[in-house]
C-alpha cells in the first residue's frame, strides 16, 4: 500500500473566501467543487508530506499548512496587496528557506515558504 496523495481538510461556514487567498492570491486551480466542498490545488507532481512539530522553527509558532511557491517575494507582494497581514517574516532560515507566515480568511496560520 502506498498513500497517494494528502489533503488538508479546512472547515468554514463560507468556501467563497477560500478563492481569494488560495485561488486568487496563490494561484491555486479548483480542483473541484460540489457547493459543500470545494478543493483547491494543482495538477503539478507534489510529494507527499505531513510535518508533526513542537514549534514553527526560530522559536515561531506552528503553521497549521505550509505552501512552497517557486518565488515567495512575488507570493508576499501578492499577499499584501491582496490586504493579508503578514505575522512572521520574510525571513531566511538558517535550514535554507525564505518564508513568511499569513493567516488565511479562517484564521489558519499558513507558511508560505521557498527553499534557495
Avoid: C
Avoid at 477560500?18 to 507532481?45: C, E, N, P, R
Avoid at 507527499?48 to 507570493?75: N, R, Y
Amino acid at each position: 500500500m502506498k498513500v497517494r496523495r494528502i489533503v488538508a481538510n479546512i472547515e468554514t461556514p463560507d468556501i467563497a473566501a477560500a478563492k481569494s487567498f488560495y485561488q486568487d492570491v496563490l494561484g491555486l486551480d479548483v480542483l473541484m467543487d460540489h457547493g459543500w466542498i470545494a478543493t483547491f490545488g494543482s495538477q503539478a507532481k507534489m510529494d507527499v508530506q505531513i510535518s508533526f512539530a513542537i514549534e514553527g522553527g526560530s522559536g515561531s509558532p506552528v503553521p497549521d499548512l505550509s505552501i512552497e511557491v517557486d518565488d515567495v517575494d512575488a507570493a508576499l507582494d501578492a499577499m499584501k496587496a491582496a490586504g493579508f497581514a503578514i505575522e512572521y517574516g520574510p525571513a531566511d532560515e538558517p535550514w535554507g528557506v525564505r518564508r513568511f507566515y499569513v493567516r488565511d480568511p479562517f484564521g489558519r496560520l499558513v507558511n508560505i515558504l521557498s527553499h534557495r
